[in-house]
């Protein structure tokens, strides 16, 4: 199997056979967890604060049971 170095934003063919399936692109991402947020996360996501960024989380996602420990993939890096 022939070994690739993957970088954020690079675009790549999904191929079967020989035959190409279309395009795909390396979106880099994380396990977060909701206790784990950060005043840095909300300002990039356009939040003034953790806290709310936080309950919008938990909003989106409707988590169960012990929401603070609830985990999540938080995206890295997104090439537009």
Same mark, same amino acid.
């Given at each position: 199997?022939?070994?690739?170095?993957?970088?954020? $934003?690079?675009?790549?063919? #999904?191929?079967?056979?020989?035959? #190409?399936?279309?395009?795909?692109?390396?979106?880099?991402?994380?396990?977060?967890? #909701?206790?784990?947020?950060?005043?840095?996360?909300?300002?990039?996501? $356009?939040?003034?604060?953790?806290?709310?960024?936080?309950?919008?989380?938990?909003?989106?996602?409707?988590?169960?049971?012990?929401?603070?420990?609830? $985990?999540?993939?938080?995206?890295?890096?997104?090439?537009?």
């Amino acid at each position: 199997m022939e070994r690739d170095a993957w970088f954020p $934003g690079n675009i790549f063919n #999904v191929k079967l056979d020989d035959k #190409v399936l279309g395009e795909a692109q390396v979106i880099l991402v994380e396990a977060q967890k #909701v206790e784990d947020l950060t005043i840095y996360d909300a300002l990039l996501t $356009g939040f003034q604060t953790a806290e709310e960024l936080k309950d919008a989380v938990i909003d989106w996602f409707d988590f169960k049971g012990n929401v603070e420990k609830q $985990g999540f993939l938080k995206v890295l890096y997104r090439w537009l």
